[in-house]
Every structure is written in structure tokens, then in C-alpha cells.
């Protein structure tokens, strides 16, 4: 079993809940080919390609969410991610940025689960990183939690 998978019951066997993913950008090719990845993994998908739009409506079974913070304004992201804190304390986040140092600040004060993935990667870089089986880049804080 992955750590952090959750199981249910069905007909006297275990079988894996479906993950449910958001994945933020701004480039069509981006969306287009991780969800493509993200989908024949068996991980339900949902794009969108407006920041404050993804970090205020985040579906009650979505477990992470995926953003790209390099498509957007530094402001913009900081506040996104301020607002899915208090919203969604409780979600993944994995930031896949060409920039991890400027966000590890960012992570260490982050009480939400905050993972930097650094540009480029590929889709199952970015699975394992939702899975919270990526250390390279994630600060300490959440390396040994």
C-alpha cells in the first residue's frame, strides 16, 4: 500500500478509492498532456487555467492539486495559496516550478502539505510527488513528517 492511499471495501475485497487531482496552468499543452498521463494512471482530473478560480473552487474530494506557478503572477500565487491553507489545510499541493529555491520559504511557513517539484518533469515525477514520494526538492519540514 502507498503511503497516504485510501482503501474501501467493496464485496469483501480491498480496492483503491480513486484519486482526484486539480492541475492549474495557463499552457494548453501542459493541461493537456499531464491530464492525458494523470488519466491512464487512473487518477480523476479536473484543469483549470485560472488561479483563483482552482484555489477557491476546490471539490471536497479533490486530494491535491498540481500548480504551475511560473504561468502566473507571484502575487497571485502567494495568495492562492494562502486562501487553499485556509480553505483546504488538508490537501497536497505540488508546485512544478523552473524557481524551487524562491518557494522553499513559501513551503516552510506553508501548514498545508507543500511539495516543489523543479522544472522539467515529467508525468510520473509529478504522480510520485502527489503520492508524497518525491524528496529531492521538498523542504525538510515535510520530508520528516
Not at 30 to 59: E, I, N, Q
Not at 84 to 98: C, E, F, K, M, N
Request: with cysteine; charged share 30%; glycine share 4%.
Amino acid at each position: 500500500m502507498l503511503d497516504g492511499d485510501r482503501y474501501v471495501k467493496l464485496d469483501g475485497a480491498k480496492e483503491r478509492e480513486r484519486l482526484h487531482v486539480t492541475v492549474v496552468s495557463t499552457n494548453p499543452e501542459t493541461l493537456d498532456g499531464l491530464r492525458a498521463y494523470l488519466k491512464s494512471a487512473d487518477v480523476d482530473v479536473r484543469c483549470c487555467r485560472a488561479l483563483d478560480v482552482a484555489s477557491a473552487d476546490v471539490c471536497a474530494s479533490c486530494r491535491a492539486i498540481v500548480l504551475f506557478p511560473d504561468d502566473f503572477p507571484w502575487d497571485n500565487v502567494l495568495s492562492a495559496l494562502r486562501d487553499l491553507r485556509d480553505r483546504r489545510p488538508d490537501i497536497q499541493a505540488v508546485l512544478v516550478t523552473r524557481s524551487p529555491k524562491q518557494f522553499h520559504r513559501v513551503a516552510e511557513s506553508a501548514p498545508t502539505s507543500l511539495v516543489i517539484v523543479t522544472k522539467p518533469a515529467w508525468g510520473w515525477t509529478i504522480l510520485d510527488a502527489i503520492h508524497g514520494r518525491v524528496d529531492a526538492d521538498t523542504p525538510k519540514r515535510d520530508r520528516d513528517s
